[in-house]
Structure formats: C-alpha cells, structure tokens
C-alpha cells in the first residue's frame, strides 16, 4: 500500500500519527510525507522570531529519515496554506504521481487555518482514494469536536513517537511539555476504548478493504 500522509506544518504529522506510519512501514508499506507549508513563524504579540524556515525544514528531514519515508516539502509560508485551486492540484498531482491508496490528514474542523486548508484540500484532491483518515495534531477545538471511531493499538511504538518528536527541537524547547501531556492523555483515553494502553485513533472518513 503506498500512503500519503499530509501536514500543514512540520511536526502535524508525527503529532497526529507518528507511531501508526511508523508501525505501517513496519509492515511494508511505502510512506509518503507531504509538508504544505515552510513553517517558519513569529510571535503575534511581539513579531519575535519563533521558528525559522531551514531549521524547521531540517528537522522534517531528520524526522522523514526515521519513518523511512519520502519527504515533499511545499512552499507556501506558515499562515497562508489556503483552499485553492494551487493546493488541490498539488494534492492530486500526488495521488497520481505515487499511486496512492491511503492518506492521513488533518481534521476538517481544525480550527488552524493550515490545517482547515489542507484538510479540505485532500478531501477535495484524493476524492478518488479509497481510504482517507484524519487526524488531530493539536488539542485546540473548533466548530466541532474531534471524535475518533477508528483506532490502532501503537502500545510497540508508543516510545518512538515520543522520541520522534523530540527531533522538533525549535518547537520541543518552547512547547514539547504540551505535546506530551496532550498525546498521552488522547492516547491512553483510545486505547481506554479499545483495551489497549497506547492508541492512536483517527475519524475515518472513508475505508475499504
């Protein structure tokens, strides 16, 4: 099966599935990792520099390298990954370019405007993959509450992904705390759900065998 998974930002993605991919490409599937935008940002109140663009970029690298995955990195700047016409096409120009079977994604109702985009952007350009699953990568709620009702048992990954996270030091120093708190916490509430101690859960938008 040859899998994209998508992320406005890098980081979204090992948050939201890192330990699934991982444990997916274990079993011998090929990942795909598409990152939409540069992900550099500065502070809203003081306009400090919190994250540049090439040490973001390199720890995506880093973090590709341990999934074992193909990284496309997009070129849009942090805050304007729109729904448009661009975004679409550079979805579907994907799932045709790698065949793809299978894609993760951001949930719809995100309240991240990145992460809306490219949410809609792969519901819009991968509307003929037969299976979509989206993700939560934050603990932000919008519009709408994030329910999962498709889980997978990563109790054997669990240590990765927290490991893997790690590799997002200009993030990890100012936020990792959260992280940890946060994908613990959803984690052991899924695996509560499916008797397991680690789980990533997923709203499936579309899955067949």
């Not at 590799?167 to 990890?172: D, L």
Request: glycine share 8%; aromatic share 14%.
């Amino acid at each position: 099966m040859n899998i994209l998974a998508t992320g406005a930002h890098f980081d979204d993605i090992e948050l939201g599935c890192g330990a699934t991919l991982r444990k997916l490409v274990d079993e011998g599937h090929k990942l795909y990792m598409f990152v939409g935008t540069t992900s550099e940002f500065v502070s809203a109140i003081s306009y400090v520099p919190i994250r540049n663009a090439d040490a973001a970029k390199e720890e995506g690298k880093r973090s590709s390298e341990l999934l074992d995955a193909v990284l496309i990195c997009g070129d849009t700047p942090t805050f304007d990954l729109d729904f448009s016409h661009k975004l679409n096409t550079q979805i579907t120009q994907l799932v045709e370019q790698y065949q793809i079977d299978c894609v993760f994604t951001h949930w719809e109702h995100d309240p991240h405007h990145d992460h809306w985009g490219l949410a809609h952007a792969v519901l819009h350009g991968a509307k003929h993959v037969k299976r979509i699953l989206a993700y939560q990568s934050s603990w932000y709620e919008g519009d709408s509450l994030f329910r999962p009702n498709f889980y997978v048992d990563v109790t054997g990954y669990w240590q990765f992904k927290m490991d893997l996270l790690k590799v997002f030091r200009t993030e990890y120093i100012r936020v990792g705390h959260k992280w940890e708190q946060f994908c613990e916490a959803n984690s052991k509430l899924n695996g509560l759900k499916i008797g397991r101690p680690y789980v990533e859960g997923f709203q499936c938008i579309r899955w067949e065998y």
